[in-house]
């Protein structure tokens, strides 16, 4: 689903990933962290994708809110977890959306 978000400027964070061997756990983690990003004040919505090559872009209102999500606790546990287990690489790289457009 592509996500709705308000008229620019806003934040995206962009996770790409590559999955390790180890899967235990994971889903439910992921499905945690979607549910835990929606209720944090500035999170402005989610798209997200995986075969093979993951692909997950949260959108922020701003870059306070965006600090705040990675200091959350829970999700701070898991980002270890995820550099412990489920992911063999990883990038995170944020952005300032200063345009959009589509249909």
């Known amino acids: 689903m592509i996500a709705e978000t308000p008229a620019p400027p806003y934040y995206a964070v962009i996770f790409s990933s590559l999955r390790s061997e180890v899967d235990a756990g994971y889903a439910a983690m992921a499905e945690r962290m979607m549910a835990l990003a929606a209720e944090q004040p500035g999170f402005l919505g989610v798209e ?7 692909i997950t872009v949260s959108y922020w209102s701003d870059l306070e809110a965006v600090r705040r999500w990675k200091a959350q606790a829970e999700h701070r546990e898991a980002q270890r977890m995820g550099r412990e287990r489920w992911y063999s690489r990883y990038r995170v790289r944020i952005a300032r ?4 457009y589509g249909a």
Do not use: C, D, H, I
């Open 97 to 100: 959306v200063e345009r959009e």
């Open 48 to 54: 997200s994708a995986r075969e093979g090559l993951g």
